[in-house]
């Protein structure tokens, strides 16, 4: 058997208390402790709306001063990106060279300047114009070359080719 015990158990400390009953004990702990209690949830919102208000506050600190710097970041992709193009585009030597190489026999350059937009403009003498389209279309050096017509020549046809800028 469990030896007996000189204080009282929760459950008649509780009675007692709900039963107004004087324990000796002051109240306003118990108090204190229920209002803690309920103002835990209004405390814990209040506190989620004051952080919630300050790190709206700092983004938009964020955002002001790194807007310039965004703006020049973006400024400078795109000028990049361009630079890329017209670096990746072949130079007229190289274009000149492909074509060189791309010919088919019996076909000749006879004529080679700028077009109308400031690009490549050449005329070929060939026998076959379809056969000399599609070997500049299988040459990367020449398959920028747009036909922009042709005509009869001496004993063969003028295909005027240009580069588009």
Known sequence: MPPERNTPSLAHRLRTA??????????????AVALLLAAAPALTWASARWTQNRVARDIAAVERTARPRLAVAAAT?????ELDAILDTPGVAATLDGLS????????????????DHGLAVEVAA???DR???????APQT??????????????MLVALEEPK
């Not at 992709?77 to 990106?81: E, F, L, P, Q, T």
């Open 127 to 129: 026998p076959d114009p």
């Open 18 to 31: 709900l039963a107004g009953v004087d324990t000796g004990h002051d109240r306003r702990a118990g108090i």
């Open 132 to 138: 000399l389209r599609a070997a500049l279309r299988r």
């Open 77 to 81: 992709r795109d000028a990049r990106r």
């Open 101 to 116: 190489d791309a010919l088919p026999s019996g076909a000749t350059l006879t004529r080679a300047g700028r077009g109308a």
């Open 143 to 156: 398959a920028r070359l747009r036909d922009t017509g042709q005509r009869r020549g001496d004993g063969a």
